[in-house]
Every structure is written in structure tokens, then in C-alpha cells.
């Protein structure tokens, strides 16, 4: 009779290198998520808060930007008060009110705001809102 040699058992074993390919994908992900490389529009600003605030419900909207250094940008596109009134004619669809909605920062100066608020008013605008967030 003859006898045959039993193959030994191998041990299990983990494979680093796809482990490692796994972790560098997420890491390279995770990294360009936090530095932000997907920017978003328009400039950084700081809210005032109100404790009314109240969220929006969805429709024809424009978002108007005042900025600390005198920036001004209408849906993140850099202008100025005397082409705000056109531009926003120009976006305006017939049978819907447009609903401007303006995110200034708090350290933006009041008359810098009512100076805005009054140019829109004075074309026609009469839709005006402030963001605000809650505290």
C-alpha cells in the first residue's frame, strides 16, 4: 500500500496590500473633503442670529451677499449696487414673485444694508428677506 503525504495546512493569512490601497483612498478622500476642495459659492460670512428665524419654503429666489469689505455678489457672481436691479430682472420668470434673500454679515454696516434694500425697492422688488441663523 502506498501512503501519501498529507499537504500541510497553510494558515490564513490577511493581505496588507489591498488594505493598504483601501485606507489611501479613503484618507486621500477624507483629506480633500476637510481642506474643501469643492468650494462653495459665494463668500464666508457670519449670520446674525434671531430667535424668530423660520425656515424657507422652496421658490423663485435670489441670494444677495453683502460681504465686510464692501463686496457685494448676487448667487455667488461678484456686482455692484448699480447692476443689481438689472441682473435681477434678467433672472425674473414671468407669474412668479421673486424673493430676494439677503445674507449679510454682522459686521456689515447698517446703511450699507438699507442702501441695498432701498435700490431693490426702488426697482420694483418688494420681497425682502434677511438670513438669519438661530442662536
Do not use: C, Y
Request: hydrophobic share 45%; no cysteine; proline share 6%.
Amino acid at each position: 500500500m502506498r501512503a501519501w503525504d498529507e499537504p500541510t495546512k497553510r494558515k490564513a493569512h490577511i493581505e496588507l496590500i489591498p488594505m493598504i490601497d483601501v485606507m489611501m483612498f479613503l484618507l486621500v478622500f477624507f483629506v480633500l473633503i476637510s481642506l474643501n476642495v469643492i468650494p462653495a459659492l459665494g463668500m464666508k460670512t457670519q449670520l446674525p442670529s434671531a430667535s424668530t428665524a423660520q425656515q424657507l419654503k422652496p421658490q423663485n429666489k435670489s441670494i444677495l451677499t453683502l460681504g465686510l469689505n464692501g463686496e457685494l455678489q448676487l448667487d455667488g457672481q461678484a456686482t455692484s449696487v448699480d447692476a443689481l436691479v438689472p441682473a435681477l430682472k434678467g433672472l425674473e420668470k414671468p407669474d412668479t414673485k421673486t424673493v430676494i434673500i439677503i445674507n449679510s454679515d454682522k459686521g456689515v454696516e447698517v446703511a450699507r444694508l438699507v442702501e441695498v434694500m432701498d435700490t431693490l425697492r426702488a426697482g420694483g422688488f418688494t420681497s425682502i428677506s434677511i438670513a438669519t441663523r438661530k442662536p
